[in-house]
Structure formats: C-alpha cells, structure tokens
C-alpha cells in the first residue's frame, strides 16, 4: 500500500513538471511551413517568455510536444533552442503517435 502511495506521489510530481503542446498544422497558421517563416518566428517569440517563465517559476522540467508540422514543431524548436542556450537540463520529447509518421502525407 506505502508502494502504492509513493508511486502515486512520484507520477503526480513528473505530471506537475510537465508541460506538452498541441496546435495547429500549418494551414491554419497562415501557411507557415517553415520555421524562418515570419508568423513561425512570431510565434516562436510569443512562445519563448511563456516557456522560461514556466521553467524559472514553475518548475517546468519536460516539454512534450507531438511532432506534426505547424505549432507542434515550432513549440519543439523553441525549447530547443532555450535547451541549448541557458538551460540544458530540461527535456524536450517528442510524443510520436505512430511508427511512420515522418512519411504520412496529408
């Protein structure tokens, strides 16, 4: 029963420090296929206070997004980047659904 409780405790404190995305594919961002694209940057700069805040603030230790093409790999990217700039600790994960999901076209 302690187990229990204590497995319990563990998997809601990896839970706390979690953060995962979801968002929308490109055509529905303005047709921002790449990530040098303005709105990509956009909202890349909108998105990268947010992810500090939740890391100084919060705690934040993972970041898990799913890898689609549109915000989910503009959110990877972002934490990317902060992983290699000031805070190579956290994790950034990448959730994917399927085995082949690199090759599926829309």
């Known amino acids: 029963m302690e187990r229990r409780r204590s497995e319990q405790r563990e ?9 995962s995305f979801t968002g929308h594919r490109p055509n529905k961002l303005g047709n921002c296929y790449s990530l040098t ?7 890349k700069n909108k998105l990268n206070p947010v992810l500090v805040d939740l890391i100084k603030n919060d705690g934040i230790e993972r970041f ?3 890898g689609a093409i549109g915000f989910d790999q503009i959110a ?3 934490v990317q980047g902060l992983k290699k700039t000031n805070y ?11 085995k082949n999901q690199a090759i ?3």
Do not use: Q
């Not at 998997?11 to 953060?19: A, C, D, G, I, Q």
């Not at 994790?91 to 399927?98: D, H």
């Open 88 to 98: 190579p600790s956290i994790k950034n994960i990448v959730a994917v659904p399927f």
């Open 104 to 106: 599926k076209m829309d």
């Open 64 to 66: 898990i997004s799913g």
């Open 76 to 78: 990877f990217w972002t």
């Open 11 to 19: 998997l809601e404190e990896f839970e706390r420090k979690t953060v």
């Open 37 to 43: 694209d303005e709105r990509s940057k956009y909202i």
